[in-house]
T-cell receptor, first 113, second 115 residues
């Protein structure tokens, strides 16, 4: 069964600090992995997409990594801002067949001033 | 480009009542999804359309939920009758194609409270 597990479930950090969110998956065969940011009361918005051959991808202060061998991904946020407070959801897609992405439960990040 | 539009934003109903949600996807997006997101959890797929055909509805509680996408554009999701456990945010998403490289574009959702 395809599964996506995220940790931690929630995280509180001070503004300006860095943090790393984790995602482990069992989706097979692997096609790609996306990190979405979901602000309170809004729909998720795609931050990055990682394919099998990519190890690192950056989007501003967000850097995603992928280890396809261990089936792990991380999202690193540098110099956090108050606007980073949101839920971060890891979504993994399988190759072939009908495209049904598997969602993680998300990590709730709170950035305090 | 205009995003995915959903209405209403909020809805409060009593159990056993009926409710309907509406979604207008991004123009040209063939694939449309309805997700249910319970507080503190990730979105759970209810149904996926490719144009006006159903691709997957295996997790749709068909005894009370129904969805349609007439003409392959707008879509409606209906719950009849509602139960307390249906309280959640209902998200609509669309993508350009069915391929896994197409990102999902989400609307802001409809928050349903069943009392």
């Amino acid at each position: 069964k395809n599964q996506v597990e995220q940790s931690p479930q929630s995280l509180i950090i001070l503004e300006g600090k860095n943090c790393t969110l984790q995602c482990n998956y069992t989706v097979s065969p692997f096609s790609n992995l996306r990190w979405y940011k979901q602000d309170t009361g809004r729909g998720p918005v795609s931050l990055t997409i990682m394919t099998f051959s990519e190890n690192t991808k950056s989007n501003g202060r967000y850097t995603a990594t992928l280890d396809a061998d261990t089936k792990q991904s991380s999202l690193h946020i540098t110099a956090s801002q108050l606007s980073d407070s949101a839920s971060y959801i890891c979504v993994v897609s399988a190759a072939g067949g009908s495209y049904i992405p598997t969602f993680g439960r998300g990590t709730s990040l709170i950035v305090h001033p | 480009e205009a995003g995915v539009a959903q209405s209403p934003r909020y809805k409060i109903i009593e159990k056993r009542q009926s409710v309907a949600f509406w979604c207008n996807p991004i123009s040209g997006h063939a694939t449309l999804y309805w997700y249910q997101q319970i507080l503190g959890q990730g979105p759970k797929l209810l149904i996926q359309f490719q144009n006006n055909g159903v691709v997957d509805d295996s997790q749709l509680p068909k005894d009370r939920f129904s969805a349609e996408r007439l003409k392959g554009v707008d879509s409606t999701l209906k719950i009849q009758p509602a139960k307390l456990e249906d309280s959640a945010v209902y998200l609509c998403a669309s993508s350009l194609g069915q391929g896994s490289n197409s990102p999902l574009h989400f609307g802001n959702g409809t928050r349903l409270t069943v009392t």
